[in-house]
């Protein structure tokens, strides 16, 4: 029995070492372990063998068993590693030597479509601020009137560090930052206008329309007798410059605890025109940024009287606005990071609404 169980040791070695995928391991195991295999076949020899040979006999085929099943885990790890590799070159392939281009550079989509609204924003007397990604309890929640406890909390499922510290739910974050950085503004007579683009984070299950770092621009604006009237003249004029034509806004009330009153505005659906279509789920119009007058106590929160002062401020989605600007079916792209799917978008490629629906 001793020579069968080496022989067949060989066997497997040999035939082991030619195989090159992991479909032929397969193959390997059934013909050596399987039901009908060598090994089994040793099994059934053992009956022939006298009995005060039958336990070294026995050991020895359960050796040579045990060698055959670790050869074929080691194999299987080498193989997989190999076929991994394989797809990868096949996938990305690039020389690190190569002298840079700029030809072979692209912006991100959602940098283009913020470029794209800071300068429309910028072009309206707004600045453009910057805010960090991690920020605390107070910014985030406190000074917006979201006190400890608050139903509200449970709406942003919230990324939570050590000391304190949370990676910001959302750009309104930076309200009480930026009105206190700006309030002077209001003692010398002139209002405060600013956006603030930044990338937020929330617990979310991943799929197409959900993902847990997604970006949105906050714009505020403050000054004495501001109303609901300028809030939807500075969304519309907005809204049309990026959608190169005349856009249709209405506003639903919607509660956020930062504003009062609250509001979602909608844009009348760029595909069907208000008729009603599947991008627009038959309603005619596309859910699009909430917004509102910013309520007193957030106001006072950052020291300023709202007695004497009144703003708005609005929570675009940029990642969704990139969506509906470049037809974007699955969120999912913007962070793959995948370079065939993000070097496609330039600022000329942008879906015009009205060749989708022909289209369709
Ligand atoms: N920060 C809110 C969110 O991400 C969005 C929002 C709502 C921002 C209303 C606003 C606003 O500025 O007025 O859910």
New binding site residues.
């Given amino acids: 029995m001793f020579e069968k169980t080496e022989a067949l040791k060989k066997l497997f070695t040999e035939k082991v070492a030619k195989a090159t995928a992991t479909s032929d391991i397969e193959q390997l195991r059934i013909e050596f372990l399987g039901k009908k295999g060598s090994v089994q076949a040793l099994m059934q020899e053992l009956r022939n063998v006298p009995n005060e040979g039958k336990k070294e006999a026995g050991q020895k085929i359960n050796e040579a068993k045990q060698y055959i099943e670790n050869a074929i885990t080691e194999k299987i790890a080498e193989l997989k590693k190999f076929e991994e590799q394989k797809l990868i070159e096949a996938t990305e392939s690039y020389d690190e030597s190569m002298p840079v281009s700029v030809d072979y550079g692209s912006y991100h989509p959602i940098t283009l479509v913020r470029r794209e609204v800071e300068q429309i924003f910028l072009s309206m007397g707004f600045s453009v601020e910057d805010y960090s990604e991690i920020t605390d309890d107070y910014n985030c929640f406190e000074a917006l009137n979201i006190p400890k406890h608050h139903p509200a909390r449970d709406m942003q499922d919230t990324y939570y560090l050590s000391s304190n510290q949370l990676l910001k739910t959302?750009t309104?974050a930076a309200q009480n930052t930026i009105l206190r950085k700006y309030k002077s503004n209001l003692e010398n007579g002139n209002p405060i206008r600013a956006i603030f683009p930044g990338r937020c984070f929330r617990n979310e299950k991943i799929d197409a329309c959900h993902e847990n770092t997604f970006f949105?621009m906050?714009g505020i604006m403050v000054d004495e007798n501001i109303s609901i009237s300028n809030l939807i003249y500075f969304m519309k004029t907005m809204l049309s410059e990026v959608f190169q034509k005349d856009i249709t806004v209405r506003l639903r009330p919607g509660f956020?605890p930062?504003?009062e009153p609250?509001f979602e505005l909608d844009i009348q659906c760029l595909i069907c025109g208000g008729d009603g279509c599947p991008s627009c789920k038959d309603s005619g119009w596309l859910e699009l940024c909430?917004?509102?007058m910013i309520h007193p106590n957030v106001l006072t929160a950052a020291g300023i009287d709202p007695e004497k002062y009144t703003g708005f401020?609005?929570?675009l989605g940029m990642t969704r606005l990139a969506m509906m600007r470049y037809g974007v079916k699955d969120i999912r792209v913007f962070n793959s990071g995948n370079l065939k799917s993000l070097s496609q978008f330039t600022e000329k490629s942008f879906t015009n609404p009205s060749n989708e629906s022909k289209e369709a």
């Fill in positions: 959302h309104s949105q906050e956020f930062f504003v609250g909430p917004c509102g401020a609005f929570g």
